[in-house]
Nanobody, 121 residues
Framework: QVQLVESGGGLVQAGGSLRLSCAAS????????MGWFRQAPGKEREFVAA????????YYGDSVRGRFVISRDNVKNTLYLHMNSLKPEDTAVYYC??????????????WGQGTQVTVTS
């Protein structure tokens, strides 16, 4: 089992940027595909982005493609999400997750506790 801890959330104005981090421990980080998901109040959890284990292939949800960038550091055991041109509709709790395959339909094996991102207009 991998333990995941997200950080970097906060309050930002529309058009601004944030970088989320997800620190992993407990198992070999590079054995897992990694993903970011988000959940806004009253909505279902939504796929945001995923990255493969070692080839670093990346996949994005339609609503964030071109604005968000997922990356990982397999030495630091850390996953990142660089969020640019933020919009109020990006407001949500953001979760990182491990998976077997980096795809938009990635089935998560473990989840972090989430970090709140709030974008004001």
């Amino acid at each position: 089992q991998v333990q995941l801890v997200e950080s970097g959330g906060g309050l930002v104005q529309a058009g601004g940027s944030l970088r989320l981090s997800c620190a992993a421990s407990g198992r070999t980080f590079s054995d897992y595909a990694m993903g970011w998901f988000r959940q806004a109040p009253g909505k279902e959890r939504e796929f945001v982005a995923a990255i493969s284990r070692r080839t670093f292939n990346k996949y994005y949800g339609d609503s964030v493609r071109g604005r968000f960038v997922i990356s990982r550091d397999n030495v630091k055991n850390t996953l990142y999400l660089h969020m640019n041109s933020l919009k109020p509709e990006d407001t949500a709790v953001y979760y990182c997750a491990t998976g077997r395959e980096a795809t938009p339909s990635m089935a998560a094996l473990s989840w972090g506790q989430g970090t709140q991102v709030t974008v004001t207009s």
